[in-house]
């Protein structure tokens, strides 16, 4: 009788009711302080160079969402394309960011271009990051035992 109990137990508690939480709190932490970290990067009237610098600090942040999405394994075809998009970007802004220095122009075009081109990556990457936290597992979580 306690086993059928037990049993009974078990499968009501899986309803919607006691769904898994898979909005991955923790995850959402880090991409709201991404977020708020990007805003603020570049905010100030400052130059690409200096702007720059604000967005090289967004490696460590960034390095850690992708690490807490894959350790969810959330990771999908999209998102590895974002990431990609970003390095590109990153590559580029740290050539355009050579070029200016030998050139000794902090307000250098390209350089304040390729700044701008990372920043919208940035922002993809993030939009892309939010979406695979916020959507539901397949059955979303809520399929009883």
Do not use: I
């Not at 898994?20 to 959402?28: K, R, S, V």
């Amino acid at each position: 009788m306690a086993a059928l109990a037990a049993c009974t137990a078990l499968v009501a508690g899986c309803g919607n009711e006691t769904a898994p939480d898979w909005a991955y709190p923790e995850l959402g932490k880090t991409l709201r302080s991404l977020s708020r970290d990007l805003d603020e990067a570049c905010g100030r009237t400052e130059t690409p160079e200096s702007c720059a610098q604000d967005l090289d600090r967004l490696t460590a942040p960034t390095e850690r969402a992708f690490a807490q999405v894959l350790d969810h394994k959330l990771l999908d075809v999209a998102t590895v394309a974002a990431m990609n998009a970003l390095d590109r970007a990153r590559e580029v802004r740290v050539a355009a960011a050579r070029e200016a220095r030998s050139r000794q122009d902090p307000h250098h075009l390209p350089l304040a271009r390729a700044v701008a081109a990372e920043k919208r990556a940035y922002q993809s990457l993030l939009a892309e990051l939010e979406r695979l936290r916020t959507a539901p597992p397949p059955g979303d979580g809520t399929d009883p035992v």
